[in-house]
């Protein structure tokens, strides 16, 4: 049973940058992909990036080059930098994790608005 909540959310002009943050409740077993997804209303809920715990990424091709995903183990904590953001950028952000143990369990964190507009 893990907890996740998001941070660091917000309104910023095009151009701008936000670091959003995701903080686990727990220590997370050593299997395990975390990463960022979006979501617009009447949209699908899109990969951003993901990182596993080997230190392998993946970016979605609108964000590559912009946006970078890190994680911190000590803290349990997902980081993403968004730079050079577009108003296409605006939407929910959510924090994933996927924790594989004997079973593969997904947990999601509450969400956090980010908006990019002048």
């Known amino acids: 049973q893990v907890q996740l909540v998001e941070s660091g959310g917000g309104l910023v002009q095009p151009g701008g940058s936000l670091r959003l943050s995701c903080a686990a409740s727990?220590?997370?077993?050593?299997?395990?992909?975390m990463g960022w997804y979006r979501q617009e209303p009447g949209k699908q809920r899109d990969l951003v990036a993901t990182i596993s715990n080997r230190g392998s990424t993946n970016y979605a091709d609108s964000v590559k080059g912009r946006f970078t995903i890190s994680r911190d183990n000590a803290k349990n904590t997902v980081y993403l930098q968004m730079n050079s953001l577009k108003p296409e950028d605006t939407a929910v952000y959510y924090c994933n994790l996927k924790e594989i143990s004997s079973w593969t369990i997904n947990y999601w964190g509450q969400g956090t608005q980010v908006t990019v507009s002048s």
């Open positions: 727990r220590s997370i077993f050593s299997i395990n992909v």
